[in-house]
Each structure stands twice: as C-alpha cells, then as structure tokens.
C-alpha cells in the first residue's frame, strides 16, 4: 500500500518527492529494498516517525510552486540564476555495447533507439539527460605500411628545428566480414581477399552526429592506458563538433561509482595516451621487422624462394614462446622413470633405481606400507590471501575451476561491464572503503551477531584510484543466479555457469581476505615407505612431511580455503597406498597459461591487459598447443621450436650455463609428442632446424638481445615512464629506431632503404 507525491523532470531537475508504504509485513519490506539497491546502492527506507514530514512537505510543495509557474510561462528566479547547471544533454560513450546497456539500466527504463550503427540508451539522471552509447571498442589503428622512405611501418618521420618527430598514421579499423580478420590499409581483407567489410569510420560518424546534438561528450572508456587511447582516439574525432568533452574514470559499473565520476570529470590523459602510443609503434616496428626477418630466414633455410605466408615474433610474444620451448625441453631431458605410490592427497615418488637395487620384479601394492610417526604437533595461525590481482584470479581459475586464462580473461570482462566487478585488469590489491563496506554488509548478513568475530578489515594496500578485482555488492553467487532467475536483475547476455563459477572464486576471496586468520594444527611425520618381501623389510623411501592434521578455528577458511586437511592421527598409523603406478616423471612441470602469466609478472614483461592476449596470439598462430584434459598445459609445436630457432639460433636456453645437444632433445621430444607436427612435415622441419643450429650466426645474437626477458623487462618499465611523465615519448622513440637500425633493419632491408629511413 503506497501513497505520496510522485517526482517530476523539469528543466531545474527533478521535484522533490514522497513515497510512504505502510507495512505488515516487515520482511516483503526488506526483500523490496534488497531488490531495489541492486539499482540504487544506496536506497534506504526511513521510518515514518523519524522524518520531518512538515519540512518535507514544505520543500514538496515549494517545487510544485515551481511547475506551476513554468507552465504558466514564467522562469522562476532560481532558476535564471541556476541556469548554468539546467539540464544538459550529455552523450556518454563506452566501448562495450554491454556495459552501454548496464549504465542505462541504473538510471530507469531507457529508451532505445538506433542511431546509424549506433544503438543509443537514453536516460535521465536529473541534472543530465544521457545519450549512452558504445564504440564497440578501438577505433583506429595503425596504417599497415611497409618500411620505406616515407614511412616506418605506418609512421612517419619528419624534421623539424634539427629534431626528429614521429607521426604515427592511424586510420579506421576494419573487419572483414568473410573471415573476420581486422585490417586498417585498403578495401580488401588481406587474409581472405573479401571486400565487404564492416568499417569504424560508420561508428565515428554516428557519434560525430550524436556530438552536435548534444551539450557536452563524456568519454567513459575502461580505466587503463587502453582505455584511455581508446578515449583519446574518439575525442579527436569529435573535437570538431562537440562543445565540450570530458573524461569520467569509474573502476566498477555501479549508479554510485558514475555519479562520482561525475563530479570528478577530467581531461584526456595525455601521458597514458603517449605511452599507450609508444607501446604500438614499438609493438609494430619489431614484430613487422623480425616477422620480415624470420620469414626471409625461413624461405633460406628450407631453399625456397618465397614463403607462402608470413611468420610472426615480437618482444614479448618471442621470449614468451621461448619460456615455453625452455620448460618443455627441460621436462625431457630431466624424464626418469619411477614408481608413484598415492595415499588419499598425498603422493610419493620411488625411483626405478630403488626398485631395481632390490631386483624387485614386480612391486605389489598390497605389499606396501607407508608408516607415518608424528615428532611433533604445533598450532599454526594461518592468513588470508589477499584479493585477486589479474594474475591471480586467472591462475586460480585455472587451477581451480579449469577455466583457460584467456576464456577468463573474457568472462571477467563480461562481469565487469554488467556491473558485477571491479575493474579485472589490476595489478592492485587495494581495496576501497567502499569494498569494506560490502564485506561488512555480506559478513553480517552470513554471521549475525557473531560478525564482529569474523570480520576483520583490511585494506591490502595504500593509495591510488586502482583497486583489487572484488563483487560489487554483498551478493554471493547463489542469490546472484535467484536475482537472474527470477528477473530482478536483467542482464543483456546469458550467463553461464563459468560465470557463476568466476564470480563466485572472485567473491569468495575477497570476503575471506576481510576476515580473521584460521587456527590450524599441523604435524610434522616421519615417514617411511617399506615393502615386505618375506619376512625381511625392504625401505623404499624415507623423509619427513609436515602436514595440516585439523582446523581448530576455521575464521576465513569457511569462506575460501587454500589448503587440504589430511586428516591422519596423531601418533604412530601404518595406511596402505590407494594407488600404485609406473610413470615418466620430471620436476620440471609443464607450464598452464596460468603459470606462464605468472612468470611473465615475475620477469615484469607483460601487463594486466597483455598478459591473456600474449598466449592467445602464440596459440593462435599454432606456435603452441594446450593439451590435458583437466588443466590444460601449453607445450611448443614443432613450427614455434623452428620459429624460434631461427630467431636465437643455438643461444638457447637464455639463461642456461651448461649447453646440451639441443637437436636430439628436440628430436626426444618429437618422439613422445608426435602429434605436434600438426600438419606439416616434421622431420622435414627437423632438418631444417639442423640446419638453422649448425649455421648460427652472429645474427643471432643480436635478435637474441632484442627479444631477451632482459631488454624486453626494461622497455616496458620505460613505457611506464612515459606514463608517469618521468621519460619522454619522443626520445624514447627515437632510441627505438636506433636500435632497430643498428641491429635488424640491415638484415631485411637493403642499404639504401636502411640509410634513408634511420637517423
Ligand atoms: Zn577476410
């Protein structure tokens, strides 16, 4: 039962209003205010009694006062000195049409209308009425251009005051309708040859139309370099028709989180933008030069005039490949055979030279005992882990939910554009007063009173507008699929259970990283593995195990639990192994996407928003495998192996002292991995691979220094300079083209190109 005022839109705003439902039942009431927070985070009933209805009613009808006269034909005073925070019309551009639709959906029921390529939601939020659309992502890039004397790769060089700039040419992008292949030179697909295409010139000049329509063009790209080139690229488009433009910065898709980018708009960043830039031309010049340079090598090698298509390398995709081809190689040359012997989560490992120093024949499980004696018990206090940064959340996911990190990758950005999570490309563990404020919210919605027990907050972090990836709301995983379900929250795409599953890890850690330390009881055991062969034992294996036996007090551990209980006693026990098995074993285990992710952040060669796309490429292009059927792991193909040899020649493992006969591990590893030929003629690559070892050349040093962990970690930290203003763009370009032109453009190109395209 309701009754009030209702509000109404006016050129000063919106009136002031009054709903009043009386209750009978209070719980309707509280599942009606959980539904409607879900859009208005902070919408609150208040008891009658405490508000003051006089007042209240005052202010109601002083607005009221307000109408009358506008639609008597007069301009109320207040509003001709308010006039300069009337009502604007504000186009607000995302890149993604889901989190286009999000937004819209916060601020009442939109109304949708095309508007060329363009589906526009519009909504009124009061001072503001937005048109909110989405540019489907980047919408130029760089021109695909040869080296010659006007152009490096799509930028040119040019002289000024006995200074060199560099102008990047960057046009609109398009995709080829036949083979999706983007491209952004010509009217045909390169790939395909196919010449219908979607172009982003129709994107921009929609929003080029939208522009003059509109009082002010607010960019509202992702919060990152990326986004903000994205940003960038469209206010230069619009510039020339749009009065005013502004950027707004929001780390979560919430109502709460865009109206305070509101009132924080900004500027386009532009030392973000240049480093953003920089990274492209740097990402262009080497991958164009060596992929020009592996490919002419490879039509050498193999006696062939020309290739038929092109190979690619780069400075962070090559020393990634070449990580893989190092763990993978490593793996075979470090095989032994041995007996695994497993009891409950526990296994061990007997080696085939302890069997056959017993001249055991044939090793009989049930002969087996494995003696655990405990030597001493102690309490632990074990600590939540903080909240997932993006190399985090896609290793777990990977190791937890078996989810690829670049299916993740995408289903985390999905989250984040319904509005569901923080922004995932982070390399923070911050967490804001306001992700506080949700943990506090869930904890005591899940303990009551005991919540003061349980919750224990905790920053992880100072500083800085990036924060850990957390839920949004104090909504867990299993009221999220009832809110879907029953269609109180609605999204634009189907949600899958890897979504639920993804959400679900995300929220589970950060709530636990918002509660106590768990007691925990370990033991540490000797054990011994012993075999009865008559009436004599024979030990086939001794050392020592520490082991959690017990949970004395769970804390964050009933939310997110990081560690395996083995529940043995605590004095003398003989178990018997579940399972027995023969098995080639190695320490060297085969890297998952999620270990190679965490490497490349341990080196410090690959960023949040790179990290997913770097495997995706060397997949891709078949240069490596995933294989497994629960976690999948990522081994070279025998094209990535001659890719890369061709690049670095025998200096190869980068790092390795002792040098190995590189060609038999390659052929040992073809052997027990056949099948990564594919489809073309192995042992045909094989030799060629000899071939490519036995002529190493001086060449190869010098790419080898280009695509090392090394060089590549030090550019990317100059990148980073760029953007905190500490180096500057156009020197930093200028010494790339110095180190291109000393070491791999003469080795493409012939001398007169090389002379006129360098300094
Ligand atoms: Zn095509």
Redo the contacts with the bound molecule.
Sequence with gaps: QASGRTSRLYIGGITRGLSIVIVDDIRLLKGLEKRLRFYVDDFKFYDLREVALEQELTNIDRDREVIKMLKLGALPEDIVKRREELVKTVLFVVESPNKARTIASFFGRPSVRDYGVLKVYEVNIGKMHLLITASGGHVFDLVEDELSQDSIYGVEKRNYGGITWFVPRYDFIKR?L????QFVKGDK?P????SNFKSSKDVVEALQRLAVEVDEVIIATDPDAEGEKIGYDIAVALAPYAKSIKRAEFHEVTRRAILTAFENLRDINAQLVKAQLARRIEDRWLGFALSEYVTKRYAKVSGREKLDKRYSAGRVQTPVLGKIIELALAKIRTLRKSKVVKVGALTFEIPEEVIEKYNLKKVKQKRIDIVFKPVKSYTDSLYPPPPFTTDEMLSEAQRVLLISSVEAMRIAQELFELGFITYHRTDSTRISSAGIGIAKEYLTKVFGDEVGHYFTPRTWGEGGAHEAIRPTRAIDATELRELIAEGIIEVPIRLTPQHLKLYDLIFRRFMASQMRPATIERVLYDVEIVYRVENTYICLWKGNLDIVVNIIEPGFILIYSPIQVVALPKHEVIVKPSNIRTAEISDVKLPSQGDIIKWMKMVEIGRPSTYAKIIETIQKRRYVYAIGKKVQYLIPSITGILIYMLLVGNRFPDEEEERYDLLHIVEKYLNKYSFIAGDVDALQLVKTIETVLSGASKDAEVIASMVSVSRTTELLKKMEQIESGEADYREIIEDLLREMCKNILPLVHSHDVVSSACL
């Design positions: 080829c036949n083979c999706g292949t697909c790939i395909c040859g196919f």
